[in-house]
């Protein structure tokens, strides 16, 4: 069984990720059908309970690609790159008991997860780096989440062409899960404006469009459904699956 949900997920994964917004196949209704179960069968059955690969240092990438979007050139952003990100504030907020802000020095004071793993681009390929940041389950220890608290919402400091914002979701599970981190370092270095600095969401377990780059506020909601596109995500408004396990 498991076998065949690897099978199925990856299937999944290849043609949801992989295939552009245009492609004939993504049009298809019986083909997103398919990816829909598969998904579902991966968040429910794999779900939050496995834990990525660790590596060593020596298979560390040495050079990690900047894949993606360029890096953001608003004057808010470039403001803060120009001051090596002294006066960036990170907000969390939304349905929490104890809305919280906190500046790159409280954050490094509380990072505490360090691990080397494999990034996976779902253009296909991947490349392994050290991340160093604060465990997502550590923040919201201290926000806590009320009741009707169902996702994470992160908005990022990018935008594309037309002045959408991008932004990302998990929910509350994949949020606990002990590998996922807000990260502030990659390769023992702070991260930077190129790779997603100055704090970037990491989620080895599932693929990187999940990982939202320049996180500029983090906000707890019930649902994600009347947000922007109502799909969880820039990338899965576009056609893009919401649970990208691997």
């Not at 295939?19 to 429910?44: F, G």
């Not at 990690?64 to 907020?93: C, H, K, M, W």
């Not at 104890?98 to 296909?124: S, W």
């Amino acid at each position: 069984m498991n076998r065949k949900l690897f099978v199925a997920t990856s299937f999944a994964a290849a043609l949801g990720g992989c295939a552009k917004i245009t492609n004939a196949l993504n049009d298809a209704p019986q083909v997103h059908s398919a990816l829909k179960v598969a998904e579902d069968l991966n968040h429910a059955v794999i779900g939050t309970h496995g834990r990525a690969k660790l590596y060593a240092e020596s298979d560390i990438t040495r050079v990690f690609p900047t894949n993606g979007d360029d890096t953001p050139s608003s004057p808010e952003y470039q403001q803060l790159v120009r001051g090596r990100f002294a006066g960036y504030r990170l907000a969390i907020g939304g349905l929490v008991e104890r809305p919280q802000t906190f500046d790159i020095a409280a954050l490094r004071a509380i990072a505490n997860l360090e691990e080397i793993t494999r990034h996976d681009c779902v253009e296909g390929w991947s490349v392994v780096g050290k991340w160093r940041g604060v465990p997502l389950a550590d923040m919201l220890g201290v926000v806590r989440p009320k009741r009707d608290a169902r996702y994470v919402m992160f908005y990022s400091f990018d935008r594309d062409s037309g002045g959408q914002q991008f932004y990302g979701s998990i929910d509350l599970a994949q949020a606990a899960h002990p590998q996922t981190q807000l990260a502030l370092d990659l390769n023992g270095k702070p991260i930077d404006a190129d790779h997603g600095g100055p704090v970037r969401l990491r989620i080895p377990t599932q693929l990187a469009y999940k990982s939202t780059k320049w996180v500029q506020r983090i906000e707890l909601a019930s649902t994600f459904q009347p947000i922007f596109g109502g799909k969880g995500g820039y990338w899965e408004d576009q056609g893009y699956e919401w649970y990208a396990g691997i």
